[in-house]
């Protein structure tokens, strides 16, 4: 099986992967890099998404590099949750971001203690796709402002 690193390399062969949903194939144009990799993780760079056939809502961020890392991720707004974050130039260039419409904004998923076993989201460390050229990038927010509300009903 062909690495990550091979994958980006030849442009045109596919790798297959094992998911949380069977062996997968990565078409390399599906390939997000993460210049910077993310928190705790600064060493992997490659990553695919993929969620469960019907079930577009819930989506794993997965790493090629170590397929054993993968980090539930859900778009705020399908929780309709208005959410913004200012971007350095440092950070817009990261992105290599020419049209803010490009951007893709994420937020990590992770279960609750056992206090109150809930899932809760990670607003603090948002990730940001360049969707145009595959391009991610977490950012690490000191606060965030507003509130959040979410009612099952």
Same mark, same amino acid.
């Given at each position: 099986m062909p690495s &990550? =690193?091979?994958?980006?390399?030849?442009?045109? +062969?596919?790798? %297959?992967?094992?998911?949380?949903? !069977?062996?997968? %194939?990565v078409d390399p144009a599906s390939v997000i890099q993460f210049p910077n990799g993310l928190a705790g993780f600064e060493d992997l760079h490659d990553f695919k998404l993929?969620? +469960?056939?019907?079930?577009?809502?819930?989506? *794993?961020?997965? /790493? $090629? @590099? @170590?397929? %054993?890392?993968?980090?539930?991720?859900?778009? #705020?707004?399908? *929780? =309709?949750? /208005?959410? %913004?974050c200012v971007l350095t130039d440092d950070e817009a260039a990261i992105l290599? $971001? +020419? @049209? #803010?419409?490009?951007?893709?904004?994420?937020?990590?998923? &992770?279960? !609750?203690?056992t206090k109150d076993g809930g899932i809760h989201a990670n607003f603090m460390g948002p990730i940001l796709l360049n969707t145009s050229k595959r391009i991610g990038f977490q950012k690490h927010l000191n606060q965030v402002r507003g509130s959040v509300v979410i009612r099952a009903e």
């Open positions: &990550a =690193q091979n994958l980006i390399a030849n442009g045109d +062969e596919p790798m %297959e992967i094992n998911t949380r949903f !069977g062996t997968q %194939e993929f969620h +469960e056939d019907g079930k577009p809502t819930v989506f *794993y961020l997965q /790493s $090629l @590099d @170590d397929p %054993e890392i993968q980090f539930p991720v859900v778009n #705020p707004d399908a *929780y =309709q949750v /208005s959410y %913004e290599q $971001l +020419e @049209d #803010p419409a490009d951007i893709a904004v994420l937020v990590t998923l &992770a279960q !609750g203690g």
